[in-house]
């Protein structure tokens, strides 16, 4: 069964960092790109960024670049996004899903950011 | 930056029913990068429908994607009580993503 499972979520102040995770399994995770979506309290889902299977292509939202940095570890079927200098604005459910051609056709569950003081 | 907009915000129908929900584009959009997501309460979103008319696997017959111009509609032909949710489209150019602002599906 395709499953990812994110991880690394909580409450922060703004101004400091965090490290979400994304754990694959179920399909050869070094031949997908993969990306975070993310989704605010009420609101729709909103894009952060993607990296290419090989980690070769990286994409952000403007909204977080600069800021947040997207990585993978293809050995440990794994997918990072290390956020610093968080804003209130970041607050969210962060999904990780799985990239074929050009949409998402697997999503996690999700792992809750919360910035606030 | 490729806009969505999506209508209507709020559509109220029985089971049973016909549903139209509506994408459009700012821009011109592949239709190969034009996807429909399905999303209900605490959980997470479900794709439906890739390449505009595509449906995804497991996806039932009575939800077609279709495309006019920079018009993209996802049609329910009959309303199930499970279909009762949000609904996004979204699109990739330039290498970005975006999604649209999504429509509801009420039971009236």
């Known amino acids: 069964e395709v499953q990812l499972v994110e991880s690394g979520g909580g409450l922060v102040q703004p101004g400091r960092s965090l490290r979400l995770s994304c754990a694959a399994s179920?399909?050869?995770?070094?031949?997908?790109?993969m990306h975070w979506v993310r989704q605010a309290p009420g609101k729709g889902l909103e894009w952060v960024s993607s990296i290419s299977w090989s980690g070769d292509s990286i994409g952000f939202a403007d909204s977080v670049k600069g800021r947040f940095t997207i990585s993978r570890d293809n050995a440990k079927n794994s997918l990072y996004l290390q956020m610093n200098s968080l804003r209130a604005e970041d607050t969210a459910l962060y999904y990780c899903?799985?990239?074929?051609?050009?949409?998402?056709?697997?999503w996690g569950k999700g792992t809750t950011v919360t910035v606030s003081s | 930056e490729v806009v969505l907009t999506q209508s209507p915000g709020t559509l109220s129908l029985s089971p049973g029913e016909r549903a139209t929900l509506s994408c459009r584009a700012s821009q011109s959009v592949t239709s190969g990068y034009l996807a429909w997501y399905q999303q209900k309460p605490g959980q997470a979103p479900r794709l439906l429908i890739y390449?505009?008319?595509s449906r995804a696997t497991g996806i039932p017959d009575r939800f077609t994607g279709s495309r006019s111009g920079t018009d993209f509609t996802l049609t329910i032909s009959r309303l199930e009580p499970d279909d009762f949710a949000v609904y996004y489209c979204?699109?990739?150019?330039?290498?970005?993503?975006?999604f649209g602002p999504g429509t509801r599906v009420d039971i009236k």
């Open positions: 390449g505009a008319s």
């Open positions: 179920g399909f050869m995770f070094d031949e997908y790109d």
């Open positions: 979204q699109q990739y150019s330039g290498s970005r993503f975006t």
């Open positions: 899903a799985k990239g074929t051609l050009n949409y998402m056709d697997v």
